[in-house]
């Protein structure tokens, strides 16, 4: 996400940092540059316009040109102007109610379904909340029996009853108080900005509600339009947030800037991934470094930490130590490594990894491997002979030759590991 | 109603917001400068139209403005019209409709949310209005998406038409080969097969569009009739992006642009036209089934200015 922009800034910035003393006409033109790929990025005309605006008074103001180092200065006065329009600090979610209630609104198709469901597994997860789901769409087919099937998978109870959305929201509420539900997410149908009855209706249901937070749910992916559809819904709605999906595309994702200098009303949450546990808190910091090519190890972290377990990592260690490293525990690896979301996802957040490419079924390949071998097989590759190895092949789909090339890699990591023992470990932050 | 009108209604949010832009800058006797320039710019580029394809448009005016002689504002917006529908023309293209008795297929492709299934609706009941199209089955590719079956179910039932589907989480190739088997067995006249919403970046998902494509192809004996790419109309640069990798992955035949009855203008299908060459084959403007209409360029840039 936001790696084209990334890499326009950084090849703009790049030119101007090779160069000693900048003239005023050449930090103009670094600028026009800058304008052009946010320009490119969706972020809107007005918005740009005023961030290049702010990024010369400060440029000027601190009498950067005579400095030794300008092209660093700009980079970081256009990395703090990008944390500062991005939001500041980061906004986390106001549940002070009780029960609370999150509205979601949106126009079609920006996800507001699937946020319903990552949302209620974030709350439930991270904060230890009970949530209850509200089927509020009632206009696009299928789309209470979309919130019934993720509320389903996850386990939560999902309220529809009633003829109206106004209707479902309101029994929902009641539902959630009777049965003491810490948190109601309520999902409403897809409408455009301009919808005055549907927009209307959104009003009604917010003033029965009185929603603890009412998210506007748009994709990453608008254009220009994004600062009317976010002006229009905070004016009627009173936002106090926005959820940004389809992050994970390569979309660059001007939008965001745009709408948060517009509205005022941070980004909340960003969906990175179709499936559930795709969510993430934005961090306008983080993100504006992410822009800036400086990548975004600590959400790395973050999430290994939430995902990976800390008791295998450490055993993991200790056998390696202990040279009884086997196939078995490869085999764990590679999961533990899956577990954290595509390859490609996580190179996207290390600092120039963002090109590489990963062919995810490699790895899948080799698990499929090493799932067809017997328990004895994985402890002691040893036995593995020519029919043995055939078996393994057909078994997972793959061919004596690939069996072979992962048992050399085993054999070259044994080796490896061998010699790192006695050195001291560097610390993985997966151990803590 | 005529459909120009409809067409017109539709596009009617748009436009009042641009003539609104337009005629503060082309006031009458405003003189064509670089000022009156950089505001069209500002114009055309907050229309999504795109940095590079707003310098060319600019540049052209700028060019033509001055062979013409063409002095005063109010003469500005002619010469816009002309140098936009220039652009699009190239761009119409009317759906390839079988008339051989075999039945015609749809491929319906596009990121998450751009509104495949209620294009899929639209066109088949525009195909049975419009075209005595009487047999129509949907294919349920979205294999996928949680109910994504069943929206597809439900307007498949309100529209006539048959579904073909398998339970959530199946291979769509084998959900697409099944129909394309029902499809010819019974003399189907359309054949519409939806895919599940997915990014265009996503190496694996385009690999699974690849397969479902030469899965239809093989059992079909030919290509498929149309490989529709459904853009969300609000959508921005990233428009350019999608076209082209959904381009590269099963060559598009044509590009429907649907959500266009918000503010959104739509701008970026001037590039996709250009840079793509790829034809914008139909255009949604309401929630009417009939407010999915072919795109003609004059049309649209009429309603838009």
Do not use: C
């Amino acid at each position: 996400m936001f790696s084209a922009l990334t890499e326009k800034l950084n090849s703009v910035l790049t030119q101007l940092r090779r160069r000693g003393a900048l003239t005023e006409r050449d930090l103009d033109e670094g600028l026009r540059q800058v304008r052009l790929v946010l320009l490119e990025a969706d972020v809107h005309y007005k918005v740009v316009k005023k961030f290049i605006d702010d990024v010369k008074q400060k440029a000027l103001g601190a009498q950067i040109l005579e400095s030794l180092t300008p092209g660093q200065q700009i980079v970081k006065i256009v990395r703090d102007e990008l944390v500062q329009i991005l939001g500041g600090t980061r906004a986390d979610l106001h549940l002070t109610q009780w029960p609370a209630v999150i509205l979601l609104v949106g126009l079609q198709g920006s996800g507001k379904t699937t946020m319903a469901g990552k949302l209620a597994k974030y709350l439930a997860e991270r904060e230890q909340k009970r949530v209850l789901l509200a089927a509020a769409d009632l206009q696009r087919p299928a789309a209470i029996e979309q919130l019934r099937q993720l509320g389903a998978k996850l386990g939560y109870p999902v309220y529809a009853q009633g003829r109206t959305p106004l209707e479902v929201a309101e029994g929902a509420l009641q539902e959630a108080r009777k049965s003491s539900f810490d948190v109601l997410v309520v999902d409403t149908a897809g409408r455009l900005h301009i919808d005055e009855e549907l927009m209307s209706e959104l009003q009604e249901m917010k003033q029965r509600l009185q929603p603890a937070e009412t998210l506007l749910v748009v994709d990453a992916m608008t254009g220009q339009e994004a600062v009317t559809i976010a002006q229009t819904f905070d004016q009627r709605l009173k936002l106090t947030g926005i959820i940004l999906t389809k992050l994970d595309g390569d979309a660059r994702g001007g939008a965001a800037l745009s709408m948060v200098t517009i509205t005022g009303r941070p980004i909340k949450f960003v969906g990175v991934g179709e499936k559930l546990e795709d969510l993430e808190v934005f961090h306008p910091d983080r993100m504006a470094e992410r822009i800036l090519g400086m990548g975004d190890i600590l959400s790395l972290i973050e999430e290994a930490e939430a995902r990976v377990d800390a008791k295998k990592a450490e055993e993991f260690i200790k056998k390696i130590q202990r040279e009884s490293f086997t196939l078995e525990d490869f085999r764990e690896q590679i999961q533990q490594l899956r577990r954290m979301g595509p390859i490609t996802k996580l190179l996207e957040k290390i600092p120039g990894m963002q090109k590489i490419e990963v062919d995810e079924r490699a790895l899948v390949r080799v698990e499929a491997i090493i799932n067809s071998m017997t328990p004895e097989e994985r402890r002691r590759p040893e036995i593995l002979d020519a029919k043995r190895k055939r078996r393994i092949a057909l078994g997972s789909g793959t061919h004596v030759s690939e069996v072979n090339k992962l048992l050399k890699r085993f054999d070259e990591a044994k080796k490896m590991m061998k010699q790192l023992k006695g050195k001291r470990f560097p610390q993985i932050p997966f151990g803590r | 109603m005529s459909w120009l009108q409809r067409l017109k209604d539709g596009l009617k949010k748009t436009k009042e917001q641009l003539v609104g832009q337009l005629a503060q800058v082309l006031q009458p006797g405003r003189r064509l400068d670089d000022a009156l320039l950089a505001q069209l710019e500002e114009i055309l580029i907050t229309a999504d139209v795109g940095v590079e394809a707003t310098t060319e448009i600019v540049q052209a005016l700028k060019a033509r403005a001055a062979a013409r002689g063409v002095q005063d504002s109010s003469a500005v917006m002619e010469l816009l019209k002309e140098i936009l529908k220039e652009r699009l023309r190239p761009a119409e293209g009317a759906l390839h409709l079988r008339s051989d008795g075999q039945p015609t297929v749809f491929l319906i492709l596009g990121v998450n949310g751009s509104g495949k299934t209620t294009t899929i609706a639209k066109l088949a009941q525009h195909l049975k209005d419009d075209f005595g199209k009487r047999k129509i089955i949907f294919a349920a590719g979205d294999t996928f998406r949680a109910a994504a079956v069943e929206q597809l179910g439900i307007w498949a039932e309100r529209v006539g038409a048959q579904l073909v589907h398998h339970k959530t989480g199946s291979d769509p190739s084998a959900v697409a080969f099944e129909a394309v088997e029902r499809a010819l067995r019974e003399g189907a006249d359309a054949l519409f097969i939806d895919t599940a919403g997915r990014l265009h970046t996503k190496h694996n998902l385009m690999e699974e569009l690849k397969k479902i494509n030469r899965v239809v192809e093989k059992r079909l004996g030919r290509a498929m009739d149309e490989r529709l790419l459904i853009l969300d109309g609000t959508t921005g640069q990233n428009a350019i992006s999608q076209a082209k990798l959904f381009h590269e992955a099963v060559s598009v035949t044509g590009i429907v642009v649907t959500k266009l009855d918000g503010t959104a203008k739509g701008g970026s299908i001037l590039q996709i036209a250009s840079a793509l060459k790829l034809p914008i084959k139909l255009i949604g403007v309401g929630e009417r089934a009939d407010d999915l209409r072919e795109f003609k360029a004059d049309e649209f840039v009429e309603a838009l200015l």
